[in-house]
Every structure is written in structure tokens, then in C-alpha cells.
């Protein structure tokens, strides 16, 4: 019950908000959506907590039929596990920390009810995705937190920048949604079933089974696990569907730190944990997933050393941490890769919203080369912000350094080639990301002031409603890791998780992590002090020095700061062949084709209504010629057909 | 002799005497009253119609049926729907003249002739009768240019195509040797037989009765006489006169000819064709509104004649549906156009509709209902009587002619909806001078039978169907 309240009642803010928001106002929308997410945390927590530590069994909450189609049978209802239930207590909780900071920061649009409202909406899709009891009710929440992206990117719709990203996103997305689509219809067709616990049942029966495509056969299992991958790599921006990602954040700021952050992009990763029983089965997929997560972590890392827009820093992080994530799930380690999931949530929500506060005191500017010098004047962002960077660079004990060392344990337990990639990977992003983050953390709020007079007079310490869930956020972003490390990741995990997250009998990688040699486990914090100690070296120490080395590394500096040329390269290979295509299509096909076709019938019938319409002269000589002539044609007509 | 099956023509034209001589003996303006009695004849004459039985007198060339009992009620309620159009219009018109409902009167004895004709002699008396009547009526407005000019082309059209109807008369006659429908459908019974000098009759009495009816090549006629003529006339000329013609010609080529069916087929499927392509296309480009529905009847009997063609009890059925439905939606549209009229002056032009809907909404829908139900747009009783007439077709394996059918409603929606469009969407012109109830009365019956015959279609069909099956056995 707790539970189900905790799914619906951001449906409830969001409707009340959406449709009478004009009519109730500004501050009641605030507050009717505020309410109903304080509800829905409330209740998540207290399910998480009735599931996890009061013996409440896991179960399925069934809700309706959905579809009844021949053997094609899908009902609405909520799965209630750990996995589920971990995800709805951290959406809940982050959504409504965000929606009270939202409260500060959208203070001067116009129109805060319909944000609200979709703010409250995407929560809700969230929440229909992690508590999916099947792959088609995991695809609407799915759609559903896509569409609300779509138009939270969007919200100000009246810059043409936004409407760009926002379509970007939507359209990158409809790529991986494909994969994924593709990868429900081949569960269908080898299990007869979508349902989780009918598929998990039939694991064993299936292992074996072939899928013939493009004449070569495959595993089934390795083709589902690959393209439901790729359905997680557009949600979750890997490597070669992250490009929306950093063009996201042209939405408001609490868009980015909720969906593009903490919530939606993770879903991709869960979509991976919730398939562990099956994925666990697909050795060759699982490699894929390892090799793309290392490559991601360490390409978006060496891409967030050199940008210059506060945001983007924190997105091409994000791209990043997900990376670490999917190697996580990539050797097996899917309790480890939730782990991580749960305290980048904190974290990263934290440092998207610091980053917001100061973007709030600078007068809506991004640019950290116009920025510095500004940290006494607000010295709580100031300290969150570096607790949130503490904890992204994984220093002891804030939450990062428990999750992300559990990764890298776990890539180097797995003993194999994909593994040893992803540590590898994983290692030197690590150092790439301590170094950005105080490159971040040291031009934002050291040094001499770069902005305008004008602007630094205005520089001021957010509100209390901004702050206060910064403060909150910061306190998890602490303690999420020291306290939930043990469970999770202990000797008995299977307590805490259940059946939700199932594994095969061959995989022994949380065992393996405890016994690794003392350096794999120190390398993460070493590296990470290394990059801080770099970034302070070169930014604090010798402000001219990077931009020397920009000048010498030219090639690399520009490469970097334009992102590999990922959007050129796809707008030569993609978008420019598509845009002529389509132009070609648009022009002759529809236009001169289609169109002409009734267009030419048009006017070939008004211009022989001109021609009929000559005959009829008015003169009796005329029309009595013409019935004579007709009385002719006819009698021929009867007596040559007759 | 057996006369009594011919009573209602008889009283009929004993009341037409009767209102005459009252007409004539009365002081001051005797049209409303002898209109009003007029009504009351038709009225009467439709309950003899309905209390007379079946039979055949008068030696054979007089019968009655349920098929012509069909035919003369149609008739009869299409002729009293003009006179009492006709009483809105006459009294700006300086046509308050008494001898024009009795003109109507007379007319309609005629075509209750043809409707029980079963000889060739009948039907050319009948013929006869209903067309002078006309022509008189065509240019009842005798101070009128146009209308007189419209009661001479259609008298000197009108004889030709009787020359016709005599010139092919007797060629059958001389071929067949008798002119009696029973005694040609025995002498046609073998189509193998039949010599070319008959069949060239047949196709000269088609061309009498398509004269008639307005189908292409026999048509020009028609766009002038319908601008040309008093607009009431107009209204009658459209209705009456057609259902009576297209009677006869699905009398008697379902009759005696019957047997020569994969003969005059081909013929009625290319005048069909022809009407309907003319029907639609011709009609583009008119802006004068009474051209509009000249062209309209031509391509509606076109339509018509597809259910003919399929020469199965189902066409005749559809055929007998359409021209009821035909009248209505004729009836009704036409008493919108006589309803049109602007400081006493009557107003022809599609473009003086502008703006209808705001200027006289309850018209504007009336109209836009005929427009609707003329271009075959469900649910209205258009719609249903295309249905018939292309399933029967479909049903006799004629695909073709249903296609063109169908082709040549879309062109024919683009200017019915054309004026719907002009009285919704356009500009408004100054309002139109209050219409007299009579109007009101007319458009509203039709736009009422017009818009909920698909709620009770079952008596019309089982009508329609007895009469078909009446005829075809």
C-alpha cells in the first residue's frame, strides 16, 4: 500500500499541478506537488525499510490487465524487491529535495506550474520504470521518462538552443529505445513471456537456445543482452549515444541534477541489474558492456578536463560515472554498479545544484573562465561543493570512494580481458576526474575575480529553500557510502538483496574482491590525490601553465574541447546524408509525386470543366445539332455492340 | 375498360377544370386560394392513387401497379412541395396568377399517364401532356426576357426530341407490329431476332425519354432553361417531371425491352458515364446557383441511371430510393434558393451566399445538409441512395461504372462543399430578406426527411422494393 502510494502520488501533484495550475496558482501548484513527493518519499522510504529490515516478503502488487492479446499477456502491476524498492526510496527522495530547491531557483519564471508538474510526472514514469513487474511496463516508464526529458530540456522553448537539445536528446534516445524494443520482442519470442519472475523461472530452460540473424547463429541470450544494452546506452549516454547528454544541459538546472544526473540516466544501469539473472548467462555481452562502460568512463573523462561551462563539467562527469556503472555490471558486479548508481545520486545532484546555486549568484552565468573568487561570499555552496567533489573523486570516507573502489576491486577480480579493460580505464579516469573536479572546484571560486563589477556586487548565498536540500543532499553524498557499503557489498549481501538480484552459480566476483592484493585497493585514492594535487599544482600554483600547455598540445587541447568531433563526425556521416535524403524525399517524392498527382488531377478537371462548360453556346441550333449527333453516335454504338 | 383504374388522373383533372373555371368566375387575385385547392387535389388524388388496385384497363394500355403507385405518389408530393414554393416567390414575381398551380395540375395528370402507361401510345400522351404544361410554365414570367427566352428553347428542343420518341415509335411499331408493352415483350422475347430497324427505334424512343431526363447528349437544354425559368418552375422542373420521365424509361426498358437487356445495357452504362463526367465536371466552374443545380440534375440522373443499367430488381429498387431521396434534397435546396432574395430582388450568385451562417444560421444549415446529403456524405439520405444504386451495380459484377461513380462524387463534393464553405467561411454579404413560412415549411420538411431517413429507411425500401419486384416479376 505504502508502496503503491509512493508510485502514484507524484501522478496525483502532477495532474493537480498540470491541469488546474493556472487556476490555483503558483505557489499552490508548488506546494500541492511538493506535497504529494513528501508523501511519495515517505512512503518509499518506509517500504524500503519494511522490505529490508522489518521481514516484509517481496512480492508483486498487480494493478490490472494491460494487454491481452493470444499468448501475449502483460498486467499493470509493481514488482516489490530490494532492487525496486532502493530505487524508489532514492528517486523519491532526491525528487523532492530537487522540487523544494526548484522552488528557489525557477522563483522568477512564469511558468512554474507546468514545471512542477512535469517535474512531478517524470517522477512518476521513474517510478513506473523501477517498479516494472515486465518488460513492456518497464518500456512505458521508460518512454514516459523520455518524453518528460524531452520536454524538460525544452522547457524554455523559446530558445532555439534548447529546442535543438531538447529534439537531440529525443532523437539519440529513439536509436537505443530501437535496441531495446528489438531486444522485448526476442525476450517474447524465447521465453513466450515478458514477465520478470516468468523469465528469471525460465532461465535455466533456455540457455542453450540459438537466434538465427544474417544467416549466422547466435546465442539468444548474448542478442538480447547486447540489444538490451544498447537500449540502456542511448537512456544512459555511452559511448556513442552520449551526445545529448551535455546538449541536456539547456535545461533549467534541477532538470539536469534529476534526470540527467541522479534519476533517468541511470535507468540504464537498473535496466542491467534488473536482467542480472539473464545477463549472467551472456558472457559475451556482459564483455561488450564492460569494454563500452570503460571506454565511456575514461573518453568522457578526458573530454571533461577541458570545458569550459560548469554544467557541462558535471555532465561529461556523469557520462563518466555511468561508464564506471555499466564496467560494474560488465563483470558481474551488479549489486556494486547499484551501489554506485545510489551514491552518484546523492552526489551528483548535489554538485548539479551547487552548481546551480552559483549560477544563481553569478546572474545566470556558466562560463567558469568568468567566474573566481567568489567563495567567501557563498561559503555554504562553497562547502557543499567540495563535499560533492570529495565524494565524485572517491577520498575516504565520503561515498564515492566506497562505491568506486568497489568497481575497480571488481574489474580487477574479474580476472579477464573486458575486466582488466575496465580497471585499466577506470584507473586513469579516476585521475582524470580528481583533476577536473578541482580545476572545476579552483576557477569557479578561487583567484581573482573575472566577472563584470556589475556582477560580482550581486554575488549572494542562495535562499534557504535552495540551500537546505543542498545541506541534506551533502549529508547523504557523506554517508550513503560508510553506511551502506557492508550490506550491500558484504559477506551477506544476499540478505539485503534478496532474489532481486540473482547470479549464476559460477560468478564469484564479490568473493574475489575481498582478496585481492592491498594496491588494488589503494590505487583509486592514490590516483584521485594525484589528480587533486595536479589540478592545484597547475591551477593554484601556476595559473599561466595551462593555458601554455593548451597552446604546445594544441592537436589534443582542440580535440578535447570540441569532443572528439563526435557531433561532426555524425553530422557528416548521419545527419547530412539523412537532412538530403529526406530533403530528396520531401521535394520529389512528396511534392512533386505526391502532391502532383492530385494537384495534376485538379487541374485537369478544371480545365476540362472549362472545356465542357465552351459547348454550351445558348444558340437552339447548337444544342439540337448536338442531340441530333448524339441520337447518331448511339444508334452506331447499339448496332455495332449489339 | 375497366376505367376505374384510372380515377385519380380522372378527378385530378376534373379538379384542374374545377379551379380553373373557380379562377376565372372569382374576383380579385385568386392564386392563393386556388393554389391552396390545388394542394388539396394533389392530396386527394394521392389517397385514390393509394385506395386503387392493381390492374390493367383501358385494353391494355393503362396499368397500375405497385411500381407506378410509387411513381405517382413521388410525383404527387413533389408537385404540391412547388406549388407551395411557388406561393413564397409569386408575389414578388408579379406571378400571382391562378393558371400556374393549375398548370401544375395539369402537369401532373400528364405524368401520372406515363407512370401507368403500358403502351408506347400512353406514354407519348403522357409525355405530351407533362411538356406542354412546361413549356408554358418555363415562361410563365412572360415579361421576363430570360424566361421567356427559356420557355422557347425548351418548346423548340422539346419537339425535336418528341420527333424523336414518334420517330422511334413507329419504327418499332413497324418492326414489332404492335405498341402495346405485352405484346412487345413477346415479340422481343428472342434477342436473336430482333432486326436492326427495331433496335434503331429503341434507341430513338431512349433518346425521347433521355431528353426528358436530361442525360448527356440530350442535355443542353438544361443549364439555360434552369437559370432561364422562374425559380419555383425551376424547383418543379427538377423533380416532377424527372421521376415521371426516368419511371417510363425503367418501365418500359425493364418492361417489353427487358429481354433486351445486354443490348440497351451498354447504351444506358455510356449515357450514365457520360451524364455523370458532364454532371460533375461542367458544374465547377458555374457561379450562378441555378446552373449549379442544372448541372447537378444531370449528373444525379446519371447516378441514377447506373441502377437501371445493373437491370436486377436491387438497381430498380436503388433507382426508385434515389429518386425519392433526389426529390427531397431538390426540393429542399431549392426552396433555399428561392429564399434568396435581397431588398425584393432575387439573388442567383453563389458568391451572394457569403457569409450565410452568420447572417440567417438556421438557412445556412438547411442548405449545408442538401449540399451534404447531394455530395453522398453519410449519414444523409444521399448517402443511402448512392448506396443502393453502387451495390446493386457491384452486386451485378459492374465494377467500372461504380469506380466513376464514385470518382465523380469527389468532383462533385468540390462544389457542393464549395458552397458550404461560402456560407461558412467567407466574408459576410448583408442579409437576405425575411422568407415567407412556405419556404421555411419546405426546407425544413426536406432538410427533416433529408437528414433522419438513415434512422427509418425500412418503409421507403420495403416501398421501393415492391414496387421493383412489381415490375421485373
Known amino acids: 500500500m505504502f508502496y503503491a502510494i509512493a508510485v502514484f502520488a507524484p501522478l496525483l501533484g502532477s495532474l493537480i499541478a498540470g491541469l488546474l495550475g493556472r487556476s490555483i496558482g503558483d505557489r499552490a501548484a508548488q506546494a500541492v506537488t511538493i506535497l504529494c513527493m513528501v508523501l511519495a518519499s515517505i512512503c518509499g522510504v518506509a517500504s524500503f525499510i519494511d522490505l529490508v529490515y522489518n521481514g516484509v516478503p517481496a512480492g508483486v502488487i498487480s494493478l490490472g490487465t494491460w494487454v491481452e492479446a493470444g499468448s501475449f499477456h502483460v498486467s499493470w502491476a509493481l514488482r516489490y524487491d530490494t532492487l525496486s524498492a532502493v530505487m524508489v526510496a532514492m528517486v523519491t527522495c532526491v525528487a523532492t529535495l530537487i522540487h523544494i530547491y526548484s522552488v528557489g531557483y525557477m522563483s522568477h519564471d512564469k511558468s512554474n506550474p507546468r514545471f512542477f508538474s512535469y517535474l512531478s510526472l517524470f517522477s512518476f514514469a521513474m517510478l513506473m520504470l523501477v517498479t516494472a513487474d515486465n518488460l513492456l511496463q518497464l518500456f512505458f516508464g521508460w518512454e514516459g521518462v523520455g518524453l518528460m526529458s524531452y520536454l524538460l530540456i525544452g522547457f524554455w522553448y523559446h530558445k532555439p538552443s534548447a529546442c535543438a537539445a531538447a529534439m537531440k536528446a529525443f532523437i539519440v534516445n529513439r536509436v537505443g529505445d530501437l535496441g531495446f524494443a528489438v531486444g522485448i520482442a526476442l525476450v517474447f519470442f524465447v521465453f513466450g513471456t515478458i514477465t520478470f519472475g516468468e523469465i528469471f523461472e525460465a532461465i535455466g530452460a533456455h540457455q542453450n537456445d540459438a537466434y538465427q540473424v544474417f544467416g549466422t547463429s547466435f546465442r539468444a541470450y548474448e542478442v538480447i543482452g547486447i540489444l538490451l544494452f544498447i537500449g540502456a546506452m542511448g537512456k544512459s549516454a555511452q559511448l556513442g549515444l552520449h551526445v545529448w547528454l551535455p546538449d541536456a544541459m539547456e535545461g533549467p538546472t534541477p532538470v539536469s541534477a534529476l534526470i540527467h544526473a541522479a534519476t533517468m540516466v541511470t535507468a540504464g544501469v537498473f535496466l542491467m541489474a534488473r536482467m542480472s539473472p539473464l545477463l549472467d548467462y551472456a558472457p559475451g555481452a556482459l564483455g561488450f558492456i564492460a569494454v563500452v562502460g570503460g571506454s565511456t568512463a575514461l573518453f568522457a573523462a578526458t573530454i571533461g578536463c577541458v570545458q569550459n561551462d560548469i554544467k557541462r563539467v558535471i555532465a561529461y562527469s556523469t557520462c563518466s560515472q555511468l561508464g564506471y556503472m555499466f564496467i560494474a555490471a560488465g563483470v558481474g558486479a551488479y549489486q556494486a554498479s547499484i551501489f554506485h548508481l545510489l551514491t552518484h545520486a546523492f552526489f551528483k545532484a548535489l554538485l548539479f545544484l551547487a552548481a546551480g546555486s552559483v549560477i544563481h549568484a553569478m546572474s545566470d552565468e556558466q562560463d567558469i573562465r568568468k567566474m573566481g573568487g567568489i567563495w567567501k561570499k557563498i561559503p555554504i555552496t562553497y562547502t557543499v561543493f567540495w563535499i560533492g567533489s570529495l565524494a565524485l573523486a572517491g577520498v575516504y570516507p565520503f561515498a564515492g570512494y566506497f562505491s568506486k573502489d568497489a568497481i575497480l576491486e571488481a574489474a580487477y577480480a574479474a580476472h579477464s580481458a573486458s575486466g582488466t579493460y575496465g580497471f585499466i580505464c577506470g584507473l586513469l579516469a579516476a585521475f582524470l576526474t580528481a583533476f577536473y573536479s578541482w580545476r572545476l572546484i579552483i576557477l569557479t571560486f578561487h583567484g581573482a575575480p573575472r566577472a563584470d563589477h556589475h556582477t560580482m556586487e550581486h554575488v549572494h548565498e542562495s535562499p534557504w529553500v535552495m540551500t537546505g536540500p543542498l545541506i541534506l543532499l551533502a549529508i547523504g553524498a557523506i554517508t550513503t557510502g560508510i553506511g551502506f557499503h557492508e550490506e550491500i557489498l558484504g559477506e551477506h549481501w544476499h540478505a539485503f538483496w534478496g532474489e532481486s538480484i540473482r547470479i549464476a552459480s559460477t560468478n564469484h566476483v564479490l568473493h574475489d574482491m575481498e582478496e585481492l592484493a592491498p594496491w588494488v585497493g589503494l590505487a583509486p585514492s592514490v590516483v584521485g590525490l594525484a589528480g587533486i594535487a595536479l589540478a592545484y599544482l597547475l591551477y593554484m600554483g601556476m595559473p599561466t601553465v595551462p593555458a601554455q600547455l593548451a597552446q604546445s598540445f594544441g592537436v589534443i587541447y582542440r580535440l578535447l574541447l570540441n569532443k572528439w568531433y563526435f557531433d561532426e563526425i555524425y553530422a557528416a556521416l548521419l545527419i547530412r546524408p539523412i537532412t538530403a535524403l529526406a530533403r530528396l524525399l520531401w521535394q520529389v517524392g512528396d511534392a512533386t509525386i505526391i502532391d502532383g498527382i492530385p494537384n495534376g488531377l485538379a487541374s485537369l478537371t478544371s480545365s476540362s470543366s472549362g472545356q465542357v462548360v465552351k459547348v454550351q453556346t445558348g444558340s437552339i441550333a447548337h444544342y439540337a445539332f448536338a442531340m441530333l449527333i448524339g441520337v447518331v453516335v448511339l444508334v452506331g454504338v447499339f448496332l455495332i455492340f449489339r | ?473
Open chain 2, 1 to 473: 375498360m375497366n376505367w376505374t383504374l384510372a380515377i385519380p388522373e380522372i378527378v385530378l383533372s376534373c379538379c384542374g377544370m374545377a379551379i380553373l373555371l373557380y379562377g376565372v368566375l372569382s374576383r380579385g387575385n385568386a392564386f392563393f386560394m386556388s393554389s391552396m385547392l390545388s394542394v388539396g387535389a394533389l392530396l386527394l388524388t394521392g389517397v385514390l392513387v393509394l385506395s386503387t388496385d392493381a390492374g390493367s384497363g383501358f385494353f391494355g394500355l393503362f396499368i397500375t401497379d405497385a411500381f407506378s403507385a410509387y411513381i405517382k405518389l413521388t410525383i404527387l408530393v413533389a408537385a404540391a412541395l412547388s406549388i407551395v414554393m411557388a406561393l413564397g416567390y409569386a408575389e414578388h414575381a408579379n406571378m400571382q396568377r391562378f393558371e400556374f398551380p393549375v398548370l401544375i395540375l395539369l402537369c401532373s395528370v400528364g405524368m401520372l399517364v406515363m407512370a401507368s402507361a403500358s403502351s408506347l401510345m400512353t406514354l407519348y400522351m403522357g409525355i405530351e401532356l407533362m411538356s406542354l404544361s412546361i413549356y408554358v410554365l418555363a415562361a410563365f414570367a412572360r415579361d421576363d426576357l430570360r424566361s421567356s427566352e427559356a420557355g422557347l428553347k425548351y418548346f423548340v428542343l422539346g419537339a425535336l426530341a418528341s420527333g424523336l420518341l414518334l420517330y422511334g415509335i413507329s419504327l418499332v411499331y413497324g418492326f414489332a407490329g404492335s405498341m402495346s408493352f405485352d405484346a412487345l415483350g413477346a415479340a422481343l422475347a428472342d434477342p436473336k431476332k430482333v432486326s436492326a430497324g427495331l433496335v434503331t427505334g429503341i434507341v430513338f424512343i431512349v433518346a425521347g425519354l433521355a431528353f426528358k431526363i436530361s442525360a448527356v447528349p440530350f442535355h443542353m437544354w438544361t443549364p439555360d432553361v434552369y437559370e432561364g425559368a422562374p425559380t419555383p418552375v425551376t424547383a418543379f422542373m427538377g423533380t416532377a417531371p424527372k421521376v415521371a420521365a426516368m419511371a417510363l424509361l425503367v418501365r418500359s426498358l425493364a418492361g417489353p425491352f427487358s429481354d433486351l437487356l445486354g443490348q440497351w445495357q451498354q447504351l444506358i452504362i455510356l449515357v450514365s458515364i457520360a451524364s455523370m463526367l458532364l454532371g460533375s465536371l461542367a458544374a465547377i466552374g458555374q457561379s450562378n446557383i441555378k446552373r449549379l443545380m442544372a448541372y447537378s440534375s444531370i449528373g444525379h440522373m446519371g447516378y441514377a441511371l447506373i441502377g437501371l443499367a445493373a437491370g436486377t430488381p436491387a438497381g430498380i429498387r436503388g433507382v426508385l430510393i434515389y429518386l425519392v431521396t433526389y426529390v427531397f434534397m431538390n426540393s429542399g435546396t431549392f426552396a433555399c434558393i428561392i429564399a434568396m432574395r435581397r431588398r425584393g430582388r432575387a439573388v442567383e450568385g453563389i458568391a451572394d451566399l457569403g457569409g450565410l451562417s452568420k447572417t440567417d444560421p438556421g438557412l445556412a444549415l438547411a442548405l449545408a445538409i442538401f449540399m451534404f446529403s447531394m455530395a453522398g456524405i453519410p449519414p444523409f439520405s444521399g448517402f443511402w441512395g448512392k448506396y443502393f444504386i453502387f451495390s446493386a451495380a457491384v452486386a451485378q459484377g459492374m465494377w467500372p461504372i461504380a469506380v466513376i461513380g464514385v470518382l465523380t462524387s469527389v468532383i462533385g463534393a468540390y462544389y457542393y462543399v464549395r458552397i458550404i464553405k461560402v456560407m461558412y467561411f467567407d466574408n459576410a454579404e448583408p442579409a437576405f430578406d425575411a422568407r415567407p413560412a412556405s419556404l421555411s415549411f419546405v426546407a425544413a420538411a426536406s432538410c427533416i426527411f433529408t437528414t433522419f431517413f438513415f434512422l427509418f429507411p425500412a418503409p421507403l425500401v420495403a416501398a421501393a422494393d415492391a414496387a421493383a419486384r412489381a415490375l421485373l416479376g
